[in-house]
């Protein structure tokens, strides 16, 4: 039997978990895990896979010494599914001659700030760097209010406000400056159409691609409910509930910032906002969405996890038929993100939160409500309690069925669905 190819994994938290991956890998290649194996959250997943892979422990190395393990692997490939690792990943990549971004590319996808600049040619968007409460005065005069205020480097929402003066922009700041020196940016808040304002969706999409050559196929565009405040996303829909003449423009918009990044190869996550002046990009991530893999395979049959193995081993790939609003009818997939409320509650007993799996249409019901319940919005998506899964015949099914799991959890944070709530995003 000829031996399987070696492919290694730059691990952390992200969009695919060791089990997942392994899953995806079976028959393909030989998964070896380049991780901080003792770092609290990783150990958690290894444990999953205890004794079915190998893992090599980077805890404590610099990039060079990684580089210097990973050349002696003998690996065919290099990939990552965290956003924290593309930077190690390009690396190693270099180091070992082998397909992935390229680490100036990378500088480019991660820094929010370059990204804004290397668009410049596809859209406008204005982008200040903030270093300093000092600096906001002079940012806000040039982006104009509100303005987003979020970390230069980051994902999942985390430490990301809506900010409306001066003052506040100054004192988020400083509130933010309080877990490390970092740097900010002031982006021009793009406001989403007021047509879509009583839709019952969120004004925003994603679109999945995948990069061989250069060259981008969309696997999906993906709809979203409504944001939890301030940014917070709370799950995804496939199909989109959009036009398909408006998902044409989406996808061409795209294209076009995949192609003016430079992007060859890989995985690649896109978040649009819909606008009154059409579809403008948020940003452009260089790997899988975060839940993306399991909508668009329970949705399509389609493994992006699988496709991201294959072409950073350089083995072929199909892109699937593209799953574009507007196209054959047929179920309706969906993620719904629950978050806790941020006001004083009283939670109800876990038979409230199994009672949701009853509702038609819901699939699985993963949610755990800790004891020390509390809301903090700076922790982005992490700060999610769980995922209800599930499927519908259309989207005003899904609709409704919102609305339904809605009320269910104000009865179980508040005992009444009519107590104040803060919603958490559904239509």
């Keep these: 039997m000829t031996a399987l190819p070696v492919l290694l994994v730059v691990h952390d938290q992200g969009s695919a978990g060791p089990l997942r991956i392994l899953s995806s890998a079976r028959g393909l290649c030989r998964v070896v895990f380049l991780c901080e194996a003792r770092e609290p959250s990783v150990a958690a997943e290894l444990g999953q896979i205890a004794g079915h892979a190998e893992v090599v422990d980077i805890g404590g190395l610099g990039e060079e010494e990684v580089c210097r393990i990973a050349a002696g692997l003998g690996a065919e490939g290099v990939v990552t599914f965290s956003e924290h690792r593309l930077r190690l990943t390009a690396a190693v990549a270099a180091r070992c001659g082998l397909r992935f971004h390229t680490p100036e590319l990378v500088d480019v996808l991660t820094d929010k700030f370059r990204q804004r600049q290397a668009l410049s040619s596809v859209q406008d968007t204005g982008c200040v760097l903030v270093r300093h409460p000092d600096d906001c005065a002079e940012a806000l005069a040039r982006v104009g209010t509100p303005a987003v205020l979020k970390p230069r480097h980051g994902a999942g929402s985390v430490d990301t406000c809506l900010v409306g003066s001066v003052a506040e922009c100054r004192d988020r700041l400083a509130e933010f400056g309080d877990r490390a020196r970092r740097d900010f940016v002031l982006e021009e808040y793009l406001r989403g159409d007021p047509a879509l304002a009583d839709s019952g969706w969120g004004d925003y999409v994603s679109v999945e691609s995948l990069v061989l050559d250069g060259e981008p196929h969309t696997v999906a565009v993906t709809g979203k409910p409504p944001l939890t405040p301030p940014f917070r996303e709370t799950g995804h829909v496939l199909p989109a509930p959009l036009a398909a003449d408006l998902a044409a423009d989406v996808v061409e918009l795209e294209q076009r910032a995949l192609r003016a990044l430079g992007i060859r190869h890989g995985v ?3 978040e649009v906002k819909l606008t009154a002046d ?3 990009i948020i940003e452009v991530n260089g790997r899988l969405g975060g839940f993306i893999a399991e909508i668009v395979q329970r949705r399509t049959d389609h493994d992006m996890v699988a496709s991201a193995l294959r072409l950073a081993l350089g083995l072929p790939v199909t892109p699937p038929q593209p799953l574009l609003p507007g196209g054959e ?11 806790p409320p941020s006001g004083p509650v009283s939670p109800g007993p876990p038979s409230l939160l199994d009672s949701l799996a009853d509702l038609p249409g819901v699939d699985l019901v993963d949610v755990s409500v800790p004891d020390d319940l509390h809301d903090d919005w700076r922790t982005g998506t992490l700060g999610a309690l769980g995922v209800i899964y ?5 989207h005003a099914q899904l609709a409704g069925l919102l609305r339904k799991l809605q009320t269910r959890m104000e009865i179980h944070w508040y005992g009444s669905p009519a107590a104040p709530a803060v919603r958490s995003g559904a239509a």
């Design 329 to 339: 009818a047929g179920r309706v997939a969906f993620q719904y993100l629950l978050f």
């Design 390 to 394: 599930g499927t519908t015949g259309d």
């Design 268 to 270: 690649t996550h896109t």
């Design 278 to 280: 059409g579809p403008r």
